[in-house]
């Protein structure tokens, strides 16, 4: 969902990884997911807004579909680099 915003606003990305983590925790008797935070490391072009960027997380969040199906928080953390030539 990011990629598609920032591809929608015209935001040049050139390299997207994550380092996701859960927790989990025993509820009802079931081991579930009770949190999931997302850790995305986004490099964009230079001359790309790094605030812009950043606030696609927002509708990026309530677009996805994964988010959106899960009972769990899914928190974004997100750290924004600009390429050097």
Not at 34 to 48: D, K, M, N, Q, S
Request: charged share 25%; hydrophobic share 40%.
């Amino acid at each position: 969902s990011y990629l598609a915003e920032c591809a929608r606003a015209g935001v040049h990305v050139l390299a997207y990884e994550d380092r996701a983590s859960g927790v989990m925790t025993v509820r009802d008797g079931k081991l579930r997911f009770t949190e999931v935070v997302l850790r995305p490391r986004v490099t964009i072009a230079p001359g790309v807004d790094v605030d812009r960027a950043r606030a696609l997380h927002g509708p990026a969040h309530d677009d996805c579909y994964i988010a959106n199906s899960v009972n769990f928080p899914v928190r974004h953390e997100p750290t924004i680099v600009v390429a050097t030539d």
